[in-house]
């Protein structure tokens, strides 16, 4: 099953990235994660993982691959406590070219035993939270 919500940000594709390639600074703008730690590796490289803290519980997650010339990074779920397997999930960024913002999309695949509800989760409590969360990051004079 897959999980997916985009967005459009009021800022350019290379700026909106620039601040999501960051793999370590999730609990500065996810909105649920009280803090975020690398625990291995460095904050943009393939391979690091972060322990996040906070949705209902601990999670631990690995970078798998980070591309700047498409703006996207792959990541999956080591640990937690959702009810869901072989979670993989994606997030990109690419350019609106007759407005100059940004056209962000977060995509999960996994598997769970009631997946209609876990795809409920992801999207209407981290993706669709998190892509608001962006909003107000890259509002027009802040």
Do not use: Q
Request: charged share 25%.
């Amino acid at each position: 099953m897959s999980a997916y919500a985009s967005t459009v940000v009021d800022a350019s594709a290379d700026e909106v990235w620039g601040y999501l390639r960051d793999f370590g600074n999730v609990a500065e703008w996810l909105p649920g994660i009280d803090r975020c730690e690398v625990e291995e590796g460095g904050g943009s490289r393939p391979g690091t993982v972060r322990r996040l803290e906070g949705l209902g519980g601990v999670f631990r997650e690995r970078l798998l691959t980070l591309d700047d010339d498409s703006r996207s990074a792959t990541y999956e779920i080591l640990e937690g406590p959702l009810p869901v397997s072989d979670y993989r999930a994606v997030y990109r960024v690419s350019p609106v070219t007759d407005s100059g913002r940004a056209f962000v999309e977060w995509s999960a695949t996994f598997a769970a035993d009631d997946v209609a509800k876990m795809n409920r989760v992801i999207v209407k409590g981290v993706f669709e939270p998190g892509l608001t969360a962006l909003h107000g990051r890259f509002r027009p004079g802040t």
